[in-house]
């Protein structure tokens, strides 16, 4: 076996008895490496069975396995592991790591997940992309084997301190983003770039140089791994995650075009005029779609539901319909009016909208003063935007607004 040196801040990975590790960082900190060596070197045990998820997972030999391959071939373990497309066998001692999405195109897997036998490491990659606590109590419920150390590792880039693994492990435990210790059963791992400069290069550096002398903010949160205060110019803290639609509204969908480098987004959205509420679902987030495939995937998705688009893109409307997609632009006015009439109203995201979540925690205001709003984080808000703007703003939008 080749020796391999990790950064001593990952030590309690092999040394901690606690049940729970958080392991937090920013951009070129190593922690998906040092993960890596330990979940190679934890199935030399024998008895060792590891679940490795992340919220989706479409394809884990392309995307996570050949890490593991990296690790097995720097460790000189090539004649001891088999692989396939969804698991690393040690065939030694038959020690194991299966990788599995927890929401995949058939729905959330959460109920087969904590069917499987034998689990005693369970591993959530991206960790922040998962929130709905209870998928992860259910989880994590099921981790309890006999006579062997039972380990829940979330790997994570620290988000806005409203997700719920901020307000579970460092709030109401009183600890601070950063911390390397170990309170309550819970071992934190915490690392940045400075940690792991000699395996970074040269442009990397100068790169993370430049972000830290023009955008103080983006190095503290998205290269040293700070976690973000909500308050900081978030245009939405009127939402939570629930059910979709639970009064069986007539519902219609909201679609922004993305084209080649924004990612295409359709929101299923349902109006709830008597409680002021807005329920929306996530159907499509994707980039580089062509008519047709975007076409496919809305027929599939959603049918002959209604579409609501932005009007600026009369051509591309004109390509979907004739591909049989029931949508129709929307004279969208300012943001600011769309904006303040989805502030109106709370908005309940369903748990499976990670990427609608994703952006109403991170949409903020360039300047709130003069209501001007930051173009980033606004994909699938604009289209439930053009949604919303075309039925509150409709009266003769039918039976929708019926109460």
């Excluded at 976690?227 to 069986?248: H, M, Q, R, T, Y």
């Amino acid at each position: 076996m080749l020796k391999l040196i990790l950064n001593k801040k990952y030590n309690p990975l092999f040394s901690s008895k606690t049940r729970y590790f958080i392991v937090t960082g920013g951009r070129g900190s190593g922690k998906s490496f040092a993960v890596t060596v330990f979940l190679t070197l934890l199935t030399m045990t024998k008895g060792i069975r590891i679940l490795f998820t992340r919220f989706t997972m479409t394809s884990a030999h392309l995307s996570i396995i050949p890490e593991f391959l990296e690790k097995i071939g720097l460790l000189g373990f090539e004649n001891v592991f088999s692989i396939n497309k969804a698991e690393v066998l040690n065939t030694s001692n038959k020690s194991d790591i299966l990788f599995r999405g927890i929401r995949t195109s058939a729905g959330n897997q959460t109920a087969s997940l904590k069917s499987l036998q034998g689990i005693s490491t369970w591993v959530l990659d991206e960790a922040e992309e998962l929130i709905d606590e209870n998928i992860f109590d259910t989880i994590d419920l099921s981790i309890r084997e006999k006579d062997i150390q039972n380990r829940i590792i979330l790997i994570l880039n620290p988000v806005t301190k409203e997700h719920w693994i901020y307000n579970r492990f460092f709030e109401s435990k009183g600890v601070e983003g950063g911390f390397n210790g170990v309170k309550d059963n819970v071992c934190y791992i915490h690392s940045t770039y400075l940690d792991n400069v000699n395996n970074l290069s040269q442009s990397f550096l100068e790169r993370i140089k430049s972000i830290k002398h023009t955008n103080i903010k983006k190095y503290t949160h998205k290269i040293l791994g700070g976690w973000l205060d909500k308050a900081e110019g978030v245009v939405f803290d009127n939402w939570s995650i629930g059910e979709f639609n639970p009064d069986n509204l007539q519902t219609s969908c909201g679609m922004d075009f993305g084209f080649s480098v924004d990612p295409d987004s359709l929101t299923e959205v349902a109006i709830d005029k008597k409680h002021k509420k807005i329920y929306l679902k996530e159907h499509i987030y994707r980039n580089g779609l062509k008519s047709q495939e975007l076409a496919q995937i809305v027929l599939d998705k959603v049918g002959q539901s209604l579409i609501i688009a932005d009007s600026a893109e009369p051509r591309l409307i004109a390509d979907l319909r004739h591909l049989g997609v029931n949508i129709k632009p929307v004279k969208k006015g300012t943001i600011e009016s769309g904006i303040t009439r989805m502030q109106d109203y709370h908005l309940v995201v369903t748990p499976e909208s990670t990427n609608i979540a994703k952006e109403l925690n991170n949409y903020i205001f360039s300047d709130r003063s003069s209501k001007l709003y930051h173009d980033s984080y606004n994909h699938a808000i604009d289209g439930i935007r053009y949604n919303v703007i075309y039925h509150l703003d409709n009266p003769n939008a039918g039976k929708y607004f019926v109460h």
